[in-house]
């Protein structure tokens, strides 16, 4: 194959760029489209801009969300909560870290949650044993909640001091 010479005829290599968002689709360059086609467009460009925009959109709405904070467990004794999280809008909730590394005695980690959008009810329990507990705890939960929702903790013995409890709630916001 030597230097020959293309037929401009058959094969335009040096077609015009299409001007943004056209709409004939006469040409492959119609149909292909150019970086500055808007979502407006019939263009293979204008179709992948409206697909990113639908999964950003996606993204805002599935992103973890997280909530990370102290609580000061107070030397009063009984049931104390550690986070309680007020919503009317659907939220999936992923799970709880708790880190019980300053309490001295036993005790019970709660959950509950307003089924009827009214009265708390006691979904989980877990127990916590100092001596042979580890101190961070991780409770996977995978609530899916529209009303509020609390976790609490309960001294087993007096405490005899405000014990500070860290804690991080990790959810997503369906709606």
């Known amino acids: 194959m030597g230097h020959e010479k293309v037929d401009s005829g058959i094969f335009d290599l040096y077609q015009d760029v299409p001007t943004a968002d056209a709409a004939t689709n006469l040409h492959s360059r119609d149909v292909v489209g150019n970086k500055s086609d808007t979502v407006a467009g019939t263009s293979l460009v204008s179709i992948g801009k409206s697909i990113k925009a639908v999964a950003d959109d996606i993204k805002i709405y599935t992103a973890l969300s ?64 100092v001596a042979t507990d580890s101190d961070g705890v991780y409770i996977a939960l995978n609530f899916g909640v529209t009303n509020n929702w609390k976790v609490t903790y309960t001294e087993g013995a007096d405490e005899a001091a405000i014990r500070a409890i860290p804690y991080s709630v990790i959810y997503e916001v369906r709606e």
């Open 66 to 129: 997280e909530i990370v904070s102290t609580v000061n467990y107070t030397d009063v004794g009984g049931e104390q909560t550690i986070y309680e999280m007020a919503t009317t809008t659907r939220r999936l909730i992923h799970g709880v870290w708790i880190d019980l590394v300053n309490m001295t005695k036993d005790g019970t980690i709660k959950f509950y949650y307003k089924i009827d959008g009214t009265s708390y009810r006691e979904v989980k329990a877990y127990t916590f044993a």
